[in-house]
T-cell receptor
């Protein structure tokens, strides 16, 4: 089946540190890949996406590259801010005429300290 | 821009009671999805509808049912509530689901409905 594995948190970083959150996936075919972010007490917001191999999604300084050879979609940011503190979910969605839902990873909590 | 609207935002019920959650998708979105997120857990997919027909089914308990109406809004009905049903319930909507690149259609989530079962 389809699944996503994320590195376990929590991740604690100082402001302006470099962030990497690892995500690997298992899927048949060629899924689309997403990163969603959930701020405390809020819903899930799309952060970025990539729909095919070697695509790079980027938004708000975050980046992730769809690596088919390593089945990975690691999230990176060069310099984190306190406001980036949130839970980050990696997710995949199969491309299909049947319309599959998103499969989420377990989430990685990030805490950025001043 | 209009977002996904969920109601109620908070709901408190007793065990064995019933509850109904409502979801209003983004205008022109024809697909809705329901997710359940327990405390500290990842969102678990329950069920989805496309053009008022069930399009995909996840881990939805038999005590729960859902439907999508002609105006594309959806309702999740939960009966015989248990303590373990206490969770945040998210609705999401998208365009789709058909086509070879349907996976790229972004799901936009609502703010969620928090159900507490006492």
């Amino acid at each position: 089946g389809n699944s996503v594995t994320q590195m376990e948190g929590p991740v604690t970083l100082s402001e302006e540190a470099f962030l990497t959150i690892n995500c690997t996936y298992t899927a048949t075919g060629y899924p689309s890949l997403f990163w969603y972010v959930q701020y405390p007490g809020e819903g899930l917001q799309l952060l970025l996406k990539a729909t095919k191999a070697d695509d790079k999604g980027s938004n708000k300084g975050f980046e992730a590259t769809y690596r088919k050879e390593t089945t990975s979609f690691h999230l990176e940011k060069g310099s984190v801010q306190v406001s980036d503190s949130a839970v980050y979910f990696c997710a995949l969605r199969k491309n299909s005429n049947s319309g599959y839902a998103l499969n989420f990873g377990k989430g990685t909590s990030l805490l950025v300290t001043p | 821009a209009a977002g996904v609207i969920q109601s109620p935002r908070h709901l408190i019920k007793e065990k064995r009671e019933t509850a109904t959650l409502k979801c209003y998708p983004i205008p022109r979105h024809d697909t809705v999805y329901w997710y359940q997120q327990g405390p500290g857990q990842d969102p678990q997919f329950l069920i989805s509808f496309y053009e008022k027909m069930q399009s995909d089914k996840g881990s939805i308990p038999d005590r729960f049912s859902a439907q999508q109406f002609s105006d594309y809004h959806s309702e999740l009905n939960m009966s015989s509530l248990e303590l373990g049903d206490s969770a945040l319930y998210f609705c999401a909507s998208s365009l789709g689901p058909g086509g070879p690149f349907s996976g790229a259609n972004v799901l936009t989530f609502g703010a969620g409905s928090r159900l507490t079962v006492l």
